[in-house]
């Protein structure tokens, strides 16, 4: 199986240590890169309010099976948690569209590095992705 990256995230972050709480993150603004060969793929995407990107941890570089979440102070297994150091290092984010110009897409909620390799665009699309009554396993716990 291969993969080809869709384009490239721009963010202000180099460093782990640099990336705000999730609270924060909607403040800070973030730019796609679009290959220009899918530039025509964006066609009617501006008319959504939030986009879900899938995009690859290229700063990863272990695995592992347990995680240990830096907001618990118990371990898990990584399917249960939003680690980067999982088999595939795939992220997802839900994030705010700003605007798209040509093959530049503008967004709030960042939460990964500059230049990470961008996998995929989906709109968010509140009647097939909100879940109503959701369990929300460990994290239930600790709130």
Known sequence: MQIEPIGII???????EEIPAKGKRKKTAGKIIVNEKYVSGLKD????????LLWYFHKSKKTNLISHPPFDNKSHGVFATRSPNRPNHIGM????????????????????FNNTPLLDIKPYIRSLDEVENAKFGWIDEID
Do not use: A, D, Q
């Open 93 to 112: 984010s839900i994030v705010e569209l700003e605007k798209i110009r040509g093959n530049v897409i503008t967004f709030r909620n960042v939460e990964m």
């Open 45 to 52: 995407l501006s008319g959504f309010s939030h986009i879900i």
């Open 10 to 16: 721009e963010t202000p972050f180099e460093n782990y």
